[in-house]
């Protein structure tokens, strides 16, 4: 496996990342069937693997911990905070009050004195972002932090951060961990482009659109009922399984699987760094696995570009960020008073 530069930490990384959120009863509750999976993927040689506190609350963390004992120091590992943890209203967030207290429960579920990478979970509008530098640059030189990053960061929250960072002296974020596939490319327009001008590194999310670039979900035919329980709406949005329809024929034509051509598409981009995959079982990540070597030709992207515009987005990923600017109605409408008297 070839591996790629994460920005300009000089941290050297797989193109592929582990995504650890199917690991728990999110997805796979066997913790043995699990640790199987994640030694595989080592063993494969992907050494960067990505997780989350909130992933079935603590319990993918938890997982990790037991598969990396006597293997962590050839993994680059990296999670997040942010999601709520607890009823409490000041268990989640990006103040240092709560960040400082979630690292350390990573820490301790994840059985190390260290993370190589400590992400910021979502934007938190409500508190400055000077605070969470702050606090993350403590973490930093404390020793218990390598390199901090942010996912689902609106661009001009990204250069906001940076401003911030070199006028205060405090340390910069150094990634950004996006969602990006075929089906979803807005990120695109600006959020790579800012994240190659400041040389920060991109892991990307859901680079199978949620599942739908697997194949499994077609226009007309039942949902597959595991991932349909969860409620995903993207499973159903017609104009994202009309896209599928179309780049099925390509990724035959091409000799792929829509999975690979869809993986190999979210590593093709020179501002992405590693895709994240995220198998629930030895089967999935056989399959991902299987497609690692996979090169688009310029044909086959000029294809796909002819299916979904670059830097446009078919439809919503569920779990995507919506910036308050668009998910609140109240900050995209004027008063009713306001409304009439004009």
């Not at 728990?24 to 506190?53: M, S």
């Not at 997982?63 to 209203?89: C, E, F, Q, S, W």
């Not at 996006?178 to 991109?202: D, K, Q």
């Not at 198998?279 to 570009?305: K, Y």
């Amino acid at each position: 496996m070839k591996y790629r530069t994460l920005g300009r930490t000089g941290i050297k990384v797989s193109p592929y990342c582990l995504g650890a959120m199917m690991f728990g009863v999110l997805g796979n509750p066997d913790h043995e069937d699990c640790v199987r999976i994640i030694h595989k993927a080592l063993d494969a040689g992907v050494n960067f693997v990505d997780t989350a506190d909130a992933y079935s609350r603590g319990e993918s963390e938890t997982i990790l911990g037991k598969a990396l004992k006597g293997r962590r120091d050839n993994v680059v590992l990296a999670t997040k905070a942010h999601l709520p943890m607890g009823d409490d209203p000041n268990q989640q967030g990006n103040s240092r009050r709560w960040l400082t207290r979630a690292l350390d429960d990573s820490l301790r579920r994840l059985g190390t004195d260290h993370v190589d990478l400590f992400q910021i979970h979502r934007p938190a509008p409500d508190t400055d972002v000077e605070e969470t530098l702050s606090a993350l640059t403590d973490m930093i030189r404390a020793g218990k932090v390598r390199a901090i990053g942010t996912s689902s960061f609106p661009a001009s929250d990204i250069v906001e951060a940076q401003w911030v960072a070199e006028r205060r002296g405090l340390a910069r974020f150094r990634t950004e961990q996006p969602t990006y596939s075929i089906l979803n490319r807005g990120i695109e327009r600006e959020v790579l482009p800012v994240c190659e001008r400041y040389g920060m590194g991109a892991l990307v999310f859901s680079p199978l659109a949620g599942g739908l670039l697997t194949g499994r979900y077609r226009k007309g035919r039942p949902n597959d009922t595991h991932r349909a329980g969860f409620g995903f709406r993207h499973l159903a949005d017609e104009r994202r399984l009309d896209a599928v329809e179309q780049l099925i024929p390509v990724a035959q034509e091409a000799g792929m699987s829509l999975t690979h051509l869809a993986t190999a598409f979210a590593i093709s981009h020179p501002g992405v760094t590693s895709a994240i995959i995220g198998p629930r079982t030895t089967d999935h990540l056989d399959d991902l696995l299987a497609g690692a070597g996979t090169v688009l030709s310029d044909d086959i992207l000029d294809r796909i570009d002819a299916v979904v515009a670059p830097g446009t987005d078919v439809g919503t990923l569920d779990m995507a960020y919506a910036p308050p600017a668009v998910g609140q109605a109240r900050l995209r409408r004027r008063e009713v008073e306001e409304r009439t008297a004009a």
